[in-house]
């Protein structure tokens, strides 16, 4: 199948499946686009008359869909560049130790704890895979997908310093969840030294490198868009950052997720105050808002529809629903063991740990790391195991997460006149 046909088809299903979410489910765009895919992809299983061949042809093309290699070297830099050009750079950095933590940190430590316990947890199914692939699946099922959870947070009013340390947290922990998914398989494949200085070095390397690499094309970004008025010539120059940027970060072995991140806060924030005129901010907004939009809903239908490609047994599934309450307890405690540390000197929002754990959701990079495994055995199981996580923390906290943070974010009950208030004496 031609690469215009596919992306011809794709685009269709997310027109048609982008309306009749909007028009009769009305659910945030991610979850109602995956939604609806999932449905469409299980009743094309069914044994109904005449839909053989439409589950034949979607089947052979999504299995000529590298989602790996389109999400990883090709979506992902304009979805996180899109992303941090809305954030404000100021408000973020108020957060940073909260961000830096939860983005190294946190993820460290649940890939530990789900690679473990995911170990532990096949052995005891008779599943048993070597132990670095489960702690590959502890990689890559630990970045959280900002794309669902954003849009929640902004409709259930959650407090704004709580809404940018979520923000903060998907934009930079995916770039490290990333090195580390690489430095394992390097591991697993052979092809990286097991010494525990050398990855550790690589990894400060990658990390920290994307950091001066996204400062640096962020800067002249800034630079070449401060001396043109032109907008068409400034979204160019937007767009280089995001797909130039991020395939020259990649050959020079620094994290490209991170330098595009680092790169749009830096245009988004210092641009629009000082090079940026409120018509061209209005353009620039509108073009990325809208490339944002369609890059995600064709990404949700592609994992709606990779039902079709997942290795579906009864020893699997239970592995995957199993699985479900080991990587929120992982979460939970990887979140909250550090941030117990910074209560004594920072404040945190009601709820902050349970709000923080449910709304982890994983996304797209989770599937496509998973994707991006050598084929075999332990890859089917890992990818049936991932896809199932992902389509509970979609569907099932991406529709609960709403009322919980409107749970939390109630006022206090105020004490009535009748009644004397205790706290007084």
Same mark, same amino acid.
């Given at each position: 199948?031609?690469?215009?046909?596919?992306?011809?088809?794709?685009?269709? @299903?997310?027109?048609?499946? #982008?309306?009749? !979410?909007?028009?009769?489910?009305?659910?945030?765009?991610?979850?109602?686009?995956?939604?609806?895919?999932?449905?469409?992809?299980?009743?094309?299983?069914?044994?109904?008359?005449?839909? !053989?061949?439409?589950?034949?042809?979607?089947?052979?093309?999504?299995?000529?869909?590298?989602?790996?290699?389109?999400?990883?070297?090709?979506?992902?830099?304009?979805?996180? @560049? &899109?992303?941090?050009?809305?954030?404000?750079?100021?408000?973020?950095?108020?957060?940073?130790?909260?961000?830096?933590?939860?983005?190294?940190? #946190?993820?460290?430590?649940?890939? $530990?704890?789900?690679?473990?316990?995911?170990?532990?947890?096949?052995?005891?199914?008779?599943?048993?895979?070597?132990?670095?692939?489960?702690?590959?699946?502890?990689?890559?099922?630990?970045?959280?997908?900002?794309? &669902?959870?954003?849009?929640?947070?902004? !409709?259930?009013?959650?407090?704004?310093?709580?809404?940018?340390?979520?923000?903060?947290?998907?934009?930079?922990?995916?770039?490290?969840?990333?090195?580390?998914?690489?430095?394992?398989?390097?591991?697993?494949?052979?092809? !990286?030294?097991?010494?525990?200085?050398?990855?550790?070095?690589?990894?400060?390397?990658?990390?920290?490198?994307?950091? &001066?690499?996204?400062?640096?094309?962020?800067?002249?970004?800034?630079?070449?868009?401060?001396?043109?008025?032109?907008?068409?010539?400034?979204?160019?120059?937007?767009?280089?950052?995001?797909?130039?940027?991020?395939?020259?970060?990649?050959?020079?072995?620094?994290?490209?997720?991170?330098?595009?991140?680092?790169?749009?806060?830096?245009?988004?924030?210092?641009?629009?105050?000082?090079?940026?005129?409120?018509?061209?901010?209005?353009?620039?907004?509108?073009?990325?808002?809208?490339?944002?939009?369609?890059?995600?809903?064709?990404?949700?239908?592609? $994992?709606?529809?990779?039902?079709?490609?997942?290795?579906?047994?009864?020893?699997?599934?239970?592995?995957?629903?199993?699985?479900?309450?080991?990587?929120?307890?992982?979460?939970?405690?990887?979140?909250?063991?550090?941030?117990?540390?910074?209560?004594?000197?920072?404040?945190?929002?009601?709820?902050?740990?349970?709000?923080?754990?449910?709304?982890?959701?994983?996304?797209?990079?989770?599937?496509?790391?998973?994707? #991006?495994?050598?084929?075999?055995?332990?890859?089917?199981?890992?990818?049936?195991?991932?896809?199932?996580?992902?389509? @509970? #923390?979609?569907?099932?906290?991406?529709?609960?997460?709403?009322?919980?943070?409107?749970?939390?974010?109630?006022?206090?009950?105020?004490?009535? &006149?009748?009644?004397?208030?205790?706290?007084?004496?």
């Amino acid at each position: 199948m031609r690469l215009f046909d596919i992306l011809a088809i794709l685009i269709g @299903f997310s027109a048609f499946f #982008s309306w009749l !979410n909007d028009r009769f489910l009305k659910l945030p765009t991610a979850i109602g686009l995956m939604l609806i895919a999932l449905i469409f992809s299980l009743g094309l299983t069914l044994p109904i008359p005449g839909t !053989n061949s439409l589950q034949f042809e979607l089947q052979q093309m999504i299995d000529s869909i590298d989602l790996g290699e389109a999400l990883l070297q090709g979506m992902l830099g304009f979805l996180l @560049f &899109a992303g941090a050009l809305h954030v404000d750079l100021r408000e973020l950095a108020k957060h940073r130790w909260s961000i830096a933590l939860l983005a190294s940190a #946190s993820v460290i430590g649940a890939t $530990i704890l789900i690679g473990t316990g995911s170990w532990l947890l096949l052995n005891s199914l008779g599943l048993g895979i070597p132990f670095i692939y489960c702690m590959l699946l502890g990689a890559l099922i630990s970045p959280t997908d900002p794309v &669902a959870v954003l849009g929640i947070l902004k !409709n259930a009013a959650a407090p704004k310093s709580l809404e940018m340390k979520i923000t903060g947290e998907s934009l930079f922990n995916d770039g490290v969840a990333v090195v580390v998914f690489m430095l394992l398989v390097g591991i697993a494949t052979g092809h !990286n030294p097991p010494g525990i200085g050398g990855t550790l070095l690589l990894f400060l390397t990658e990390i920290l490198g994307g950091f &001066a690499f996204g400062f640096g094309i962020g800067a002249l970004a800034l630079y070449m868009i401060k001396h043109t008025s032109r907008y068409q010539v400034e979204i160019l120059i937007t767009l280089a950052v995001a797909m130039s940027g991020y395939a020259i970060a990649e050959h020079a072995h620094v994290s490209a997720p991170i330098a595009i991140v680092v790169a749009g806060l830096i245009i988004g924030s210092r641009g629009r105050s000082r090079a940026m005129t409120p018509a061209t901010r209005h353009r620039l907004d509108d073009f990325w808002e809208l490339i944002d939009e369609i890059l995600n809903a064709v990404l949700f239908v592609i $994992i709606g529809l990779e039902v079709l490609a997942v290795t579906i047994t009864g020893e699997f599934i239970l592995a995957g629903l199993l699985a479900i309450p080991l990587v929120l307890g992982a979460r939970w405690i990887s979140v909250g063991l550090p941030f117990r540390l910074l209560r004594r000197k920072r404040h945190f929002e009601p709820g902050f740990l349970a709000i923080l754990t449910w709304g982890g959701l994983r996304g797209g990079v989770s599937v496509a790391l998973a994707l #991006s495994l050598p084929d075999g055995e332990a890859r089917d199981l890992i990818l049936t195991v991932t896809y199932i996580i992902v389509v @509970f #923390s979609v569907l099932i906290q991406g529709m609960t997460l709403g009322p919980l943070v409107r749970a939390y974010a109630k006022p206090p009950a105020q004490p009535s &006149a009748e009644q004397p208030d205790d706290t007084a004496h």
